[in-house]
C-alpha cells in the first residue's frame, strides 16, 4: 500500500483523513473556508440577524467549534496515535511492526482497548481489508463519511 495512503487508513481501519482533527482533512478545510466566506467581523452582524432568526444569538458558540474544526490538531494515528486515549491499537501495531491487526496471528483479541461499538467496526473493518486488500480497502472507503 502507498505511504500517503497508509498515513490516512489507521490500522483499525478508519480513515484518520476524515476525523474531524485530521490537519489537511476535508473537516478542517471545510470550515476554514467557511470561516474566509464569513470573514473576521461577522459577530456583529450575527447578532443583529439575531432578531430575524434566533438561531443567530448561537454564534458564539457556533464560532468556537468553527475555530476549533479549522485548527485540524492531528496528523493521523500513526504519527500522532489515536485522539481517544483508551485505544491499544497505535501502540500494539507499532510494537509488532505491522501496518493492519489482521495481519497479527492473535487477531482478533482483546488488546484494542475499544469501547463495544468500535471494537465491533475494528473487528468488520480488519477483516474486509483482509478479504479486499488494504489498497482496494482504502479506494473503497476514501470518500465515505468518517462518522456514518
Request: net charge neutral.
Amino acid at each position: 500500500m502507498r505511504r500517503a495512503h497508509l498515513a490516512r487508513l489507521a490500522p483499525c481501519g478508519l480513515n484518520c483523513g476524515g476525523c474531524l482533527a485530521f490537519s489537511g482533512g476535508p473537516v478542517q478545510e471545510a470550515a476554514q473556508s467557511l470561516i474566509r466566506a464569513l470573514g473576521p467581523d461577522f459577530a456583529p452582524y450575527a447578532e443583529r440577524f439575531t432578531a430575524m432568526n434566533p438561531v443567530f444569538a448561537d454564534y458564539p458558540a457556533f464560532a468556537r467549534l468553527l475555530e476549533f474544526l479549522g485548527h485540524g490538531s492531528c496528523g493521523g494515528c500513526r504519527q500522532s496515535g489515536c485522539l481517544f486515549q483508551a485505544c491499544g491499537v497505535h501502540a500494539c501495531i507499532r510494537d509488532k511492526g505491522l501496518d493492519f491487526c489482521f495481519q497479527c496471528d492473535d487477531f482478533p483479541c482483546d488488546a484494542h482497548g475499544l469501547p463495544p461499538a468500535l471494537a465491533e467496526r475494528w473487528r468488520t473493518n480488519n477483516e474486509r481489508m483482509r478479504e479486499e486488500g488494504p489498497e482496494a480497502y482504502w479506494l473503497r472507503i476514501k470518500d465515505t463519511p468518517r462518522y456514518p
